[in-house]
């Protein structure tokens, strides 16, 4: 199953940070309280009610640097699509992403194809019924497991590097990429100015490179990580695809880091980068490493993130192989409307017509990584990773959200979602007034 394609029914659960004052030791930085940002995406109370602006959406101006505009104020609450239970469920055995509403519609969805690729006897086919309806209970339960992993983190997992749970601190970042943050505050700072301040990999498909972290902070990340990985605490896999990342949210490391990282530093960037695309009203994200390495995962299938907008940052370690490429970038109109009856392509939700002329990855763009570097695109930019060659690969993604956006249309059912209450950050959804708003990716 593609990672990128399915509204994972992630959750994170709602808690003080651990480690709420552990202090620093990189240089400048203070031990910390999480109390500012670890109590804003509580998951209690209702949705508090916003303004949005009309089209298009624009970076909110006249904001010194730290604004954290969206989280502001009451906690809100955050759903999932209703599709993540019943939509692109993967059939290894078969190659085949499938809508699973029940017995009747899978037979007469898939009854054909699923006789050409060797489900043919009754055992065959009650054997499937059994898997998915399996792996339907697998993602109702994977908020509450989520949960609990994280709680039984905060309270018995012993970090090897205590200060990177310390709020964020600017020292952590590469100057370049303060100075592109800084620059995006500006009033009066346009799209022009920031692509002075950051490499643009395609001005086509919109996709830049800047640098994010040191290589000082991205070594202590490593550690950090590797420690959790050798360590027998629970581990939620970043999706299905991806077996030996690890999601932030679980680990304790959003308040401290993602989410001041979204806040105070990607959303200026983006609101100019991308501001049809929600740029400006970031108010969530999926935060997860993946990591890469032989004998384990070594590369990912195409597909499109469930973002708005996404940053995907070379942690290390030394590697070769493991490019990204991009193709076109995926359109509502390609959306199966079978439902992602698209065989063993890993782009689920694309119709068997994309497939079949996929000028969307025709020459698709390959870009290496640099560590310390990230590269920004469009959730929706159809996209995969090249097989690693050598060594190991370890990446911070973060998909990016904006309920402004997302309100509107699912990316992974193409359809106005249908909302469930789901926990921390859900997928992203919000129960907020749609508004009127000009959307790249999904229109
Ligand atoms: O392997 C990578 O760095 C890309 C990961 C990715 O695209 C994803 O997880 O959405
Ligand atoms: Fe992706």
């Known amino acids: 199953m593609n990672p990128g394609l399915v509204g994972w029914g992630h959750c994170e659960a709602e808690r003080e940070g651990p480690t709420a004052t552990r202090s620093s030791p990189f240089p400048g930085a203070e031990s910390s309280s999480f109390s500012a940002l670890g109590n804003l995406h509580r998951t209690l109370g209702r949705p508090t009610p916003r303004a949005y602006p009309e089209v298009p959406l624009r970076k909110p101006r006249g904001r010194a640097r730290r604004f954290t505009m969206a989280t502001a104020g009451a906690p809100r609450r955050f759903c999932r699509c209703a599709c993540f239970c019943s939509e692109n469920l993967y059939v290894a055995r078969y190659g085949l992403h499938v809508r699973f509403r029940g017995e009747q519609q899978l037979r007469r ?20 019924l059994e898997e998915l309806e399996q792996e339907v209970e697998r993602r109702q339960r994977l908020g509450q497991e989520s949960a609990a992993r994280k709680a039984l983190i905060a309270s018995s997992y012993h970090p090897a590097r205590p200060e990177i749970y310390s ?95 979204r806040e105070r530093f990607l959303q200026p960037l983006m609101a100019l980068l991308y501001p049809d695309c929600g740029g400006g009203w970031l108010d969530s994200h999926r935060a997860f490493v993946v990591k890469y390495a032989p004998g384990q995962d070594r590369e990912l299938g195409c597909h499109y993130d469930n973002a708005e907008l996404t940053i995907n940052v070379a942690l290390g370690k030394a590697f070769t192989g493991g490019a990204l490429y991009f193709g076109g970038l995926f359109q509502v109109s390609m959306c199966d409307p079978r439902g992602s009856a698209s065989g063993s392509w890993e782009c689920p939700g694309l119709s068997p017509a994309v497939l079949q002329a996929p000028s969307a990855l025709a020459k698709p763009l390959e870009v290496e990584h640099v560590v310390g570097q990230g590269i920004l695109h469009r959730g929706g930019q159809l996209h995969g990773a090249r097989p690693l060659v050598t060594g190991e690969r370890w990446n911070l993604v973060v998909w990016l959200r904006a309920s402004a956006v997302r309100n509107r249309l699912c990316p992974m059912c193409c359809r106005k979602p249908d909302l469930v ?19 790249c990716a999904l229109t």
């Open 109 to 128: 969805d898939y009854g054909p194809i699923l006789r050409s690729r060797g489900c043919v006897g009754p055992e065959d086919f009650q054997q499937l």
């Open 167 to 261: 709020s964020l601190q600017d020292v952590a970042l590469a100057p370049g990429f303060l100075a592109a943050a800084e620059y995006s505050t500006v009033p009066g700072a346009d799209l022009q100015g920031l692509l002075q301040r950051l490499e643009t990999v395609s001005e086509e498909k919109r996709i830049y490179r800047l640098p994010v972290f040191t290589a000082r902070f991205c070594q202590a990340l490593l550690e950090e990580l590797e420690h959790f990985e050798r360590s027998d605490m629970p581990k939620g896999r970043p999706n299905t695809m991806n077996n030996y990342g690890v999601l932030l949210h679980e680990l304790g490391l959003d308040e401290p880091l993602v989410t001041p990282l």
């Open 421 to 439: 209450d789901d926990e921390g950050f859900g997928d992203g959804f919000t129960r907020e007034e749609p508004t009127t708003v000009d959307l």
